[in-house]
């Protein structure tokens, strides 16, 4: 500090910039760039080529299917994962209701926070093969085995291109379910109890307590879990490749812009044409949280 406060600040933000640049801003860099040439992965130098490979995308059938099966997980996935999430977290800290005076969760909500979250502590890929067997076609799955108790043909979930991808939804709420439990958890932890013993106070129910208390402290807790999930809808790549068939079928029922990335970049070795769905994946994805926070954007609740 003798020498000045902006020699010291510099000192300590120069490593991790650098660090940053290195391998976070120089990689997007290099994207950009190769999404601009016909690289296949073994020149050393590749040949410019301009905005073909982007003029490319916009005939791709593959491509704009890839799209719409985003915007199907960008409604159906943050919606499902955080409704089903903020009633588990109101039954877990307020759904007891008011005992001695304070406001408290249902019988056995410790176990079941640690319940929820557990599959938090999986990596994707084995949540992607527990899925495997959960919808696997025979009587040895578990829910064709539950379905053959009662007498019911077995449903082919991930070979069925009408219920495939809804086949994947399921998969990334129930994986995603948990953390946002904790989540919301959290933020309603936050809110003082002196609200919900006064709504009690007022008569207010349980249905009421939740939509006219909870849900609009909760609002920018809401915000963030739904830009996060729209993130996570995105990516969605490693429950793809591992659970559907023939990595993204059948017949591209469940393909999503990463499967296709990884498929035409090792797959076919079009590495400059991959680097172009990859820019664009980039900017779909900061369209969308800039969107998503401008759309939700409300004044904060004081309390």
Not at 3 to 13: A, S
Not at 44 to 53: D, M, Q, S, T, Y
Not at 184 to 207: C, H, L
Request: hydrophobic share 55%; net charge neutral; glycine share 10%.
């Amino acid at each position: 500090m003798r020498h000045g406060r902006y020699p010291f600040i510099v000192g300590f933000l120069a490593v991790p910039v650098a660090i940053y640049v290195t391998f976070v801003i120089g990689p997007y860099a290099q994207a950009f760039y190769l999404a601009t040439t016909n690289w296949r992965g073994v020149s050393a130098n590749p040949k410019f080529i301009g905005l073909e490979n982007f003029e490319r995308l916009l005939s791709d059938d593959i491509f704009w299917k890839a799209v719409r099966h985003h915007g199907v997980l960008l409604l159906a996935m943050p919606l499902l994962t955080i409704v089903i999430a903020l009633f588990f977290a109101f039954m877990l800290n307020v759904g007891g209701g008011s005992r001695g005076g304070v406001m408290t969760g249902v019988w056995g909500s410790k176990f079941y926070r640690v319940v929820f979250f557990f599959p938090q502590v999986l990596a994707v890929v084995i949540v992607g093969v527990i899925f495997s067997r959960v919808y696997a076609p025979d009587d040895s799955g578990l829910l064709n085995g539950a379905l053959g108790l009662f007498g019911l043909d077995p449903v082919l979930f991930m070979a069925n291109p009408k219920i495939a991808l809804w086949s994947i939804v399921g998969v990334l709420v129930w994986q995603a379910v948990g953390f946002y439990v904790v989540l919301f958890s959290a933020g309603m932890a936050s809110v003082p109890k002196d609200i919900y013993e006064a709504a009690t106070i007022d008569g207010a129910g349980r249905a009421a307590m939740f939509f006219k208390v909870t849900l609009p402290l909760l609002w920018d807790t809401l915000q963030v879990a739904w830009v996060y999930l729209g993130i996570a809808a995105f990516d969605a790549f490693a429950i793809v490749q591992v659970l559907s068939v023939d990595q993204g079928g059948p017949d591209g029922a469940t393909t999503v812009l990463g499967m296709e990335i990884y498929r035409n970049a090792f797959s076919y070795s079009q590495f400059g044409y991959a680097s172009a769905m990859g820019v664009a994946l980039f900017f779909l994805t900061i369209t969308f949280a800039a969107l998503t926070l401008r759309v939700s954007r409300r004044d904060t609740i004081e309390l």
